[in-house]
Nanobody, 116 residues
Framework: QVQLAESGGDLVQPGGSLRLSCAASGFTFSNYYMSWYRQAPGKERELVAR????????NYADSVKGRFTISRDNAKNTLYLQMNGLKPEDTAVYYCYVLGTGNDYWGQGTQVTVAS
């Protein structure tokens, strides 16, 4: 079955950096677009970044453009999110997501907290 396992969340000071990873299994990773979403307390889940199956095309939310970079390693079935210049408003649970054949699949999430 499809499994997505995020890791890399932590407490970091404003201006700091983190790299999130999402290990994927149970499907042909290289055939699917992948996304990162996040959900802050009391807010709806929002799309952060999306990457095409080949990795050549990426899209970002305006709030993270220029600070975050989504990437993937299809040989390792792993999705990444490099986050630089972190701000307190980036505090959220970050989720890995794939739209499979007729189904949504989500990881369990990893907590990112930006605070001094």
């Amino acid at each position: 079955q499809v499994q997505l396992a995020e890791s890399g969340g932590d407490l970091v000071q404003p201006g700091g950096s983190l790299r999130l990873s999402c290990a994927a299994s149970g499907f042909t990773f290289s055939n699917y677009y992948m996304s990162w979403y996040r959900q802050a307390p009391g807010k709806e889940r929002e799309l952060v970044a999306r990457i095409s199956d080949s990795g050549r095309t990426t899209n970002y939310a305006d709030s993270v453009k220029g600070r975050f970079t989504i990437s993937r390693d299809n040989a390792k079935n792993t999705l990444y999110l490099q986050m630089n210049g972190l701000k307190p408003e980036d505090t959220a649970v970050y989720y890995c997501y794939v739209l499979g054949t007729g189904n949504d699949y989500w990881g369990q999430g990893t907590q990112v907290t930006v605070a001094s």
